[in-house]
């Protein structure tokens, strides 16, 4: 079973950073290999597409909601697809998911993870 895990959410404080993971479980996906996508969903709200980065060339669509402050990247030494988000606020508490888009980062999400919780307090 293909299955991606997500790591380093956490409680913090507005303006601070933090640094998500999203790495596969299992020897079935290798994420190096994979367009990723991170996902959002606050509660209440409908899930939103963060950004994604594609296998081809490492390119990276970020929303324009979080453009100057959330960065996506690939670190293949660690096979991990990584969400750096700086000057976090209060609205971007939510759970952060990734998933993988076998067509494309224009394309569908296939494979998810369960999610991290991310919870920024003023």
């Known amino acids: 079973q293909v299955l991606l895990v997500e790591s380093g959410g956490g409680l913090v404080h507005a303006g601070e950073s933090l640094t998500l993971s999203c790495a596969a479980s299992?020897?079935?996906?290798?994420?190096?290999?994979?367009?990723i996508a991170w996902f959002r969903q606050a509660p209440g709200k409908e899930r939103e597409e963060v950004g994604c980065?594609?296998?081809?060339?490492?390119?990276?669509y970020v929303a324009a909601s979080v453009k100057d402050r959330f960065t996506i990247s690939r670190d293949k030494a660690k096979s991990t697809v990584n969400l750096l988000m700086n000057s976090l606020k209060r609205e971007d508490t939510a759970v952060y998911s990734c998933?993988?888009?076998?067509?494309?980062?224009?394309?569908?999400?296939?494979?998810w993870g369960q999610g991290t919780q991310v919870t920024v307090s003023s």
């Open positions: 998933a993988n888009k076998p067509r494309g980062c224009k394309g569908r999400p296939l494979y």
């Open positions: 299992g020897f079935t996906l290798d994420v190096n290999d994979e367009h």
């Open positions: 980065i594609s296998r081809i060339d490492d390119r990276t």
